[in-house]
């Protein structure tokens, strides 16, 4: 049986029309040097050598590419498309992108942490060179002329007065053969198609609405999901009873393993209704202990942690110290909340294998967790990845994939597709650790920084599926239920908790340790940016109350340690734009800087703002905002802007409005009322600058604007009202008790 | 260790069976059996399997699931498909104009105000129903109308460009 879904449509909405302008990375062009260098191959090319997984070249016209990495509204799939259809000189729309399929694409392992560009296009461009070179070379045989006579465009191969095109060639063409490794790169000074700044093809669909989303598709015969989850993690079920519930309208079937509830119905509305009533009426083992939102900036403090110094720079002089300062933050649990909850379709075929449609950034590592849940071999599980909404890291787009497939797998030959309620979304995803940044100085008697010293205490940042049922939200509740392992904590480069905790500024003395907490109150897993918010926002505001305490401009202290050319440049064209020079000053306004290299190896990124404090009720506003970026070589500004931008406007809402509220039980947040974001009377005018750096590699901009937004707001309290913010959010009463406590 | 006691099963889930909803969407007579209490997004989606309303809450607190009705925007997912009986619904497909794009759409193309787009049905519905009792809206007027919707991309200024743009090429 086949899930009524036009193969086609998923096509089209995993990209296959999808033209998104993007930033093109300059690690292509590195890359293009070490291909021409020798036979290394570049990129996923290496794990998957062989030119067919990559691309297929068809008698209609038509060019398959297919890639591991997916497309999560970030626009990565037309870049990589860009780079294919350069080096295989055809025009763009030629491309039918198959993104994210177990079955057909290479695994290229989750999409995240900015590694689509320097891993998958640097293969797919190499992979389409090759395909040139054996197209050329079948060309001139086929001709009966020297290779170097051929002319190339658009898969159309001249000499002289004849032709022939790659469709024509498709019965000779041979690509079950691996990359030599030696087939030549266009030259850049050819490239057409990279460094254009293409509309998004996918936008037309999202304007109009044709299905696109995985939430939005509803195929033939298909029956609705719901899970009826415990009143809190690590509840457990003592009894309910089945038999109203299988009784309420439209109701198929309810499904009981250990403590797992779950319900089939003929509407979602209907699926909602009777998890409702299973969740109402059940009899659960409900545990208290959790330290609530009040609580746990000191248990961060307190909690059983392993201890790592991650740096240690002695300062090498002997200039005496005139005085110690020391601050401390909290960043409480913030939440990805994407507008669409999550969703998945699964249906469970007569072969018994189950395929889901999924907007999971890990397709083979959620396939073979879920595989591993439901005991069934390697390979029964064929994930589908579709569009969903905006994720910004891992939130339940695994858990809707792993729900759907464990009631499809209850129901053989019904394709059933499950969609979170809002409540279900926002209290069981997997939230942003809280965490406390503990910041202190020595300095000396001009309140220069000597010895720098950064405390970061934090829960983990990765819980992933990573092949692990015990990461699926719902097998934990099995019987027998799977054990949830402990993250550990990354190390460098990229780091987790420890993101963006090391400085950029050159200070004489740095140290930096890592407070690593494996216990997890509330769930937690990958939120952009991980541990580098709240890091950047600590060390961001901290060496601006350093400026203050020592009567200095804020972006002239900074200068004073931030000796890195392009980091310089970032920070004063960012004042530059903002006007901070002739900045005049009114009352209750105040204006705020900050900047941070995201991983201190990608993007560099400040953000200056200006804020309005209503003294009566403490209401902070963002009145104007400006961004300066630096991500290397820009391809396409206006994809730069929207990202950098975007997460800005983000991170002023986690400033201002963001955390998670729980109470010695349960979750408090479970809806937008409880877990208000930033709205359009709210959001400010934003004015991006863009540094290009022609010729240097791409760096990366989805999470490198958001620490420096956040600690510019900050600042900017601080400056509007001479007390600082140390605890997020920055919510009226908040304010208004730090105004009154001055 | 505490215990949630079991709620009493109520009768409250029985629906009551209710003949045929007819109205019109986006132009056209339709007719559905539903289920007395199903919302207008559960009847859109479900029944007409249209994709412009989404579900993002289902409290009427961020916009995703806007449709019209006549030429109001409601929220689908907290009005009882019952009310639209007799009355004319349009949806983001329903706003093309001979299948393609409207001014509107057009507008929201050409700003490329989405990033992951999932709010852009609200965003259009809302907006469109702004432009038609005030072509000529201001900055502040497109904020306000829109201040309802929720937006988690950070897109929300390329959108009221998008709306701005709209009402200027119309
Ligand atoms: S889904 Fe209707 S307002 Fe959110
Ligand atoms: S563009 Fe993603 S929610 Fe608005």
């Not at chain 1, 292509?28 to 062989?50: I, K, Y």
């Not at chain 1, 394709?415 to 995803?429: D, F, M, N, S, V």
């Amino acid at each position: 049986m086949n899930l009524m879904i036009d193969r086609r449509t998923f096509l089209k909405g995993t990209g296959g029309f999808l033209a998104v302008s993007f930033l093109l990375p300059s690690a292509v062009f590195a890359q293009q040097a070490a291909a021409n260098a020798g036979p290394e191959l570049p990129g996923d090319l290496r794990n998957h050598p062989q030119l067919s997984s990559w691309l297929r070249i068809n008698a209609d016209g038509t060019v398959n590419l297919f890639i591991g990495k997916v497309e999560l509204g970030q626009g990565a799939l037309t870049a990589v498309g860009q780079v294919a259809a350069e080096e295989l000189v055809i025009d763009f729309n030629r491309l039918v992108i198959l993104a994210g399929d177990t079955e057909l694409c290479p695994d290229e392992g989750t999409t995240a942490g900015s590694q689509t560009m320097p891993n998958c296009a640097p293969a797919v461009q190499q992979a389409a060179a090759e395909i040139r070179a054996i197209l050329r070379k079948l060309a001139a045989e086929k001709l009966g002329v020297g290779e170097d006579t051929l002319t190339l465009a658009d898969g159309t191969i001249t000499s002289g007065g004849q032709s022939v095109t790659y469709w024509d060639l498709v019965a000779d063409l041979q690509l079950e053969v691996d990359a030599t490794g030696t087939a030549p790169l266009l030259p850049i000074a050819e490239h057409k198609v990279i460094g254009q700044n293409i509309p998004r093809v996918d936008i037309p669909a999202k304007m109009t609405g044709e299905a696109i989303f995985v939430q939005e598709m509803n195929p033939e015969g298909v029956l609705y999901g719901a899970i009826a989850r415990p009143p809190t993690y690590k509840a457990t079920l003592n009894d309910v009873d089945l038999a109203p519930i299988e009784a309420m309208p439209g109701v198929r079937q309810v499904i009981r393993n250990g403590s797992f509830l779950g319900v089939i119905a003929e509407r979602q509305d209907q699926a909602w209704a009777a998890a409702d009533a299973l969740e109402r009426t059940a009899n659960w083992n409900v545990p208290t202990g959790l330290p609530g939102h009040d609580g746990m900036e000191e248990w961060l403090l307190t909690a059983e942690a392993e201890e790592k110094e991650w740096k240690n720079t002695v300062r090498a002089d002997g200039t005496a110290v005139a005085e110690t300062y020391e601050a401390q933050y909290y960043r409480p649990y913030h939440m990805h909340g994407s507008i669409g909850t999550s969703a998945a379709i699964a249906q469970k075929g007569e072969d018994g294998k189950i395929t889901v449609w999924t907007h999971s950034q890990s397709v083979w590592a959620t396939a073979a967790a879920i595989e591993k849940m439901l005991g069934l071999a390697e390979g029964m599980v064929h994930a589908i990845h579709t569009e969903g909404s905006g994720c910004y890291g891992h939130n339940m787009a695994d858990d809707a994939a792993a729900d759907a497939c464990l009631l499809a797998n209850a129901m053989p030959g019904t394709p059933i597709k499950l969609q979170y309620t809002r409540a279900g979304e926002h209290k069981w995803e997997p939230y942003g650790s809280a965490m406390v940044n503990k910041l202190s100085a020595t300095l000396d008697a001009e309140g220069n920084i000597l010895d720098w010293e950064h405390h970061i205490y934090s829960t983990p940042h990765g819980s992933r599926p990573g092949g692990n049922p015990g990461n699926l939200l719902s097998a934990r509740y099995l019987d027998p239920p799977f054990e949830q392992p402990t993250p550990n904590d990354g190390g460098p480069p990229n780091f987790s908790a420890t993101r963006n905790g090391l400085t950029n500024y050159e200070l004489p003395g740095e140290r930096v340790v890592t407070h690593f907490i494996r216990e997890m109150p509330l769930r937690v897993s990958s939120t952009r940016g991980l541990g580098a918010y709240a890091n950047v926002v600590a060390i961001e505001q901290f060496i601006d109350e350093l400026a203050v305490k020592a009567g200095a401009d804020p972006v002239e202290y900074r200068l004073r340690f931030l000796k890195d050319e392009r980091m310089r440049d970032v920070l004063t064209r960012c004042a530059e734009a903002f006007g901070w020079d002739n900045y005049e000053r009114q009352p209750n306004r105040g204006r705020g800087i900050a900047i941070a290299r995201y991983k201190n190896y990608a993007a560099m990124t400040a953000v200056a703002v200006e804020v309005q404090v209503t003294r009566r009720n403490g209401l902070v506003r963002v009145l104007r905002a400006v961004t300066a970026n630096d991500g290397g070589h820009i391809v396409s500004p206006d994809g730069m802007a929207n990202q950098v931008e975007g997460g800005a406007i983000q991170a002023f809402s986690w400033a201002l409005k963001e955390e998670v509220k729980f109470d010695n039980t349960q979750v408090l947040s479970t809806d937008w009322a409880s877990y208000p974001i930033l709205t359009f009377g709210e959001v400010p005018p934003v004015e991006n600058v863009l540094i290009d750096r022609p010729g240097e590699p791409y760096l990366g901009n989805g999470e490198s604007s958001q620490g420096p937004a956040g600690a510019a707001v900050a600042n900017a309290i601080a400056d509007a009202i001479g007390t600082r913010m140390r605890h997020g959010p920055y919510t009226p009463d908040r304010v208004l008790d730090a105004i009154r406590n001055a | 260790m505490s215990n949630s006691g079991p709620e009493q099963v109520t009768e409250s889930w029985k629906e009551e069976v209710i003949p045929m909803l007819n109205f019109r969407l986006n132009g056209q007579d339709v007719s559905v059996d539903a289920p007395g209490n199903a919302t207008l997004l559960s009847v859109l989606s479900n029944d007409l399997k249209q994709a412009g309303p989404k579900f993002g809450c289902g409290l009427s607190q961020c916009g995703a699931c806007s449709v019209l009705i006549d030429s109001d925007p409601v929220r689908a997912c907290q009005t009882q498909a019952q009310a639209a009986v007799g009355r004319s619904v349009t949806t983001l497909e329903g706003l093309r104009e001979d299948g393609e794009p409207n001014a509107l759409q057009r507008a929201m193309i050409a700003e490329q105000a989405a990033q992951c787009g999932y709010c852009a049905n609200g965003m259009i519905i809302v907006a469109q129903a702004l432009l038609d009792r005030n072509p000529t809206p201001t900055e502040q007027d497109v904020r306000s109308a829109l201040n309802g919707n929720l937006c988690r991309c950070g897109t929300h200024n390329r959108i009221v460009r998008a709306v701005l743009r709209a009402a200027q090429e119309a």
